[in-house]
């Protein structure tokens, strides 16, 4: 998987993309990829979407 904090640019495949946490499709195109980054049990954790629609249906509980 690509780095999280590194920009997603035209070298990226399907394979090496992030999966959005929603539909799981993976996200290659940078200008709808949204991440929310948390604390969790003394880790670093984070979530990738593909679009405002599956940020906004997504529960941190789920």
Known sequence: ??????ELGEDVTEDDAPRCEVCADPIVNETTHRVIT????GGVRTAHFC???????WS???
């Open 1 to 6: 998987m690509v780095d999280p904090t590194s």
């Open 38 to 41: 948390w604390v969790e049990d």
């Open 51 to 57: 679009s405002e629609d599956c940020r906004g249906e």
């Open 60 to 62: 941190p509980d789920a």
